[in-house]
């Protein structure tokens, strides 16, 4: 959900969000630069809005997201940091932005696409001065602020069994075996409906998370239907894509919920266009629609 999305809180988008979906996921609205734009001053009004029309609406919230390397004030982007004085800056964030919706907020992503595809920690601002060290700093103020919220780590290119993915695991069972508050783990689902893994891929890899210890959740979904062909059959494979999902996230018991990023094709990131999300841009529900729903049967379904 987005700010353009909720403008719309009344008519069609309302009543196909509440008719559909049980949690809400601000798409950009918790990020760093919406969120605290200069030093110490924070700008919570656009979340604060999305947060209370799903308190009044019975909707959970998953908060997205506290640490990325992207949409960063330049405030933090360009001044030249010690490692002392970030983590400094990193900890005072996480604890005011936690602590602000401590008891509103059941689910964060904490870390957002820690790891490069070789699984490497990705280069980013927080590793290069910081070191490794910034994802436990993180977690921890994040449980200090609110020790009932759910903590997670979310990052794409992990729903295949390759070295990004085994990395995944490994830093899932260093940080737990250290005693690093740590719940679960996010699974990016950014396909179209020429690259996506198959569903034994997708479950192996689900199921692998999970050894870790942790609760696993399908995130992200969306699936591009470009390509050759007729709508009709692009519309068609891309539920195929859906459906492989949900069905691998309900093979696996500690996977808790699927969440689209956005319901209609008019508000998705990636355009109007391409078509991605499950609902048409006249509210309509695809097939795409149809059939996550029946292959998650008892899985959550939520909205980004």
Not at 80 to 88: E, H, I, P, V
């Amino acid at each position: 959900m987005n700010d353009r999305q909720l403008a719309r809180i009344e008519g069609s988008y309302v009543r196909v969000l509440l008719s559909n979906f049980r949690s809400v996921t601000p798409e950009y609205e918790m990020e760093m630069s919406y969120l605290e734009p200069r030093p110490g001053s924070f700008a919570f009004a656009r979340a604060d809005r999305i947060v209370r029309f799903a308190e009044d609406h019975g909707l959970a919230i998953r908060g997205h997201a506290l640490v990325w390397d992207e949409l960063l004030p330049a405030w933090v982007r360009e001044r030249r940091w010690t490692r002392k004085g970030l983590a400094t800056v990193l900890r005072r964030y996480v604890a005011a932005v936690v602590g602000h919706y401590r008891g509103q907020v059941g689910e964060w992503d904490v870390v957002n696409e820690p790891l490069a595809a070789d699984g490497t920690l990705r280069h980013s601002l927080w590793e290069r001065v910081i070191g490794p060290g910034y994802i436990p700093i993180a977690l921890r103020a994040a449980h200090h602020a609110d020790p009932h919220a759910r903590l997670f780590i979310n990052d794409y290119g992990i729903g295949w069994p390759d070295p990004k993915e085994r990395a995944m695991r490994r830093l899932l069972t260093r940080l737990r075996s250290d005693g690093v508050p740590l719940d679960g783990v996010g699974v990016e689902a950014h396909y179209d409906i020429h690259i996506h893994p198959d569903r034994s891929e997708l479950q192996d890899a689900l199921r692998d998370l999970a050894a870790t210890g942790a609760s696993v959740e399908i995130t992200e979904l969306d699936v591009t239907s470009l390509g050759p062909g007729g709508l009709a059959e692009r519309l068609e494979r891309q539920a195929r894509v859906y459906a492989i999902a949900g069905a691998a996230c309900r093979a696996v018991g500690a996977c808790d919920a699927v969440t689209t990023w956005g319901i209609t094709d008019a508000d998705s990131w990636r355009g109007a266009d391409e078509r991605a999300l499950p609902f048409g841009a006249r509210f309509r529900a695809k097939p795409a629609w149809r059939s996550l729903l029946r292959s998650i049967e008892s899985r959550d379904a939520r909205a980004g």
